[in-house]
């Protein structure tokens, strides 16, 4: 019997529909930005975002389409309550990357709403 590889696509990003990683749980693999976390998942409370790789970069924004203030996670990351997680503010969009953003690309991001070249926008 021959065996199958099974290839895994990081990073893994879980959002969560109540707080403490419980409700309803959908799974996004690969570099990836959700313009509008609300429209395209109704309630996330809870996430986790897990890559084989220490470089693998998450990015919180406070606004829709990756704008407002943002704030940044390296590596694997599990956040039990996103309530007030960017100052007194949820997260509106996100950016899941298995690949170093520096701050300055993600500054770029933020002015021009565009995603780099190997990402998909939800």
Same mark, same amino acid.
Do not use: H
């Given at each position: ?7 895994? =696509?990081?990073?893994?990003?879980? #959002? ?12 996004? &693999?690969?570099? =990836? ?20 790789? &220490?470089?693998?970069?998450?990015? #919180?924004? /406070?606004? /829709? ?16 309550? @996103? ?10 969009? !996100? ?5 170093? @953003?520096? #701050?300055?690309?993600? &500054? ?6 565009? !995603?780099?070249?190997?990402? &998909?926008? !939800?």
């Amino acid at each position: 019997m021959e065996k199958t590889a099974i290839a895994q =696509v990081y990073p893994r990003l879980r #959002l969560f529909s109540e707080e403490n990683f419980r409700g309803i749980r959908r799974t996004v &693999r690969g570099n =990836v930005g959700i313009a509008n976390l609300e429209r395209r998942y109704d309630d996330v409370e809870s996430l986790t975002f897990f890559s084989t790789s &220490r470089n693998a970069t998450l990015v #919180l924004f /406070t606004r /829709t389409n990756f704008r407002g203030n943002f704030r940044v996670f390296r590596g694997n990351v599990s956040l039990r309550d @996103l309530d007030d997680i960017i100052g007194d503010n949820d997260p509106e969009s !996100l950016i899941s990357s298995n690949r170093f @953003l520096t #701050l300055a690309q993600i &500054r770029a991001i933020r002015s021009s709403g565009n !995603l780099p070249a190997g990402f &998909r926008r !939800l």
